[in-house]
């Protein structure tokens, strides 16, 4: 999984973003793979999300309806099943559910929703303590993916979660990718006027529109206009 990832944004979708940022990887998981043209998902926010994946359960029964509001941990996950069955079960990356990870033999997950640079993961090796790590998020998240692969009982069928953090908002790059866009010029999307008027409540009640809600170091990167504001 990567978060809060755009359909437009991927390649093989053939939007004019993409386009112009082609997402070679994706692109080939949807021609060797599978590609979805039509997808529902019955909580659209990332932590709610994850706990419907986690217990096959509406928000209302997992207790996760909210960003803020705990998973109900005493719902069967469906690691736990896997495990019943003999799989070896991990996850590695971003849980950012308010309970431990369950039903995995394996875990490496982020702090919270997790640090781009030099990021904090806690392990059953470190017994639930955080311990920050050198590198990039999606580096060191890939890297761990691999060394489950690596050492996992190949007698064994196995589940492998992998969450990205990536590209959750604050959307801060790889350093050696900084400027991989620096002569690009991005297309103005279909819907950056749109007002809202016929849309419903969480439109309304969002906390995502670039005038309202960025931030102009963290987000927008305008390190001017926030000198201005002082």
């Not at 509406?58 to 003999?86: A, R, V």
């Amino acid at each position: 999984m990567c978060d809060d990832h755009s359909y437009q944004t991927i390649s093989a979708y053939g939007s004019a973003v993409a386009k112009l940022a082609p997402t070679p990887n994706i692109d080939r998981l949807a021609n060797e793979g599978m590609l979805f043209d039509r997808a529902f998902v019955e909580n659209s926010l990332s932590a709610p999300s994850r706990a419907c994946v986690m217990t096959g359960l509406y928000s209302h029964q997992n207790g996760q309806k909210q960003l803020c509001e705990g998973i109900d941990s005493t719902k069967t996950f469906f690691t736990e099943l896997l495990q019943e069955s003999g799989y070896e079960t991990g996850i590695v990356g971003k849980w950012h559910l308010m309970c431990e990870p369950k039903g995995f033999d394996y875990y490496h997950v982020l702090n919270d929703q997790g640090q781009y640079y030099n990021p904090t993961f806690k392990s059953k090796e470190t017994h639930g303590k955080f311990v920050q790590e050198k590198g990039y998020a999606t580096s060191l998240i890939t890297k761990h993916a691999i060394d489950f692969l690596d050492n996992r009982d190949k007698n064994k069928p196995f589940c492998l979660m992998v969450h990205h953090k990536a590209p959750h908002r604050n959307w801060m790059p790889e350093t050696k990718y900084l400027d991989l866009y620096e002569n690009v010029e991005f297309p103005i999307p279909d819907t950056f006027w749109d007002d809202y008027e016929t849309r419903g409540v969480a439109a309304h009640t969002q906390k995502l529109n670039i005038a309202n809600a960025m931030e102009l170091i963290q987000d927008l990167k305008v390190e001017e206009l926030y000198d201005s504001t002082k």
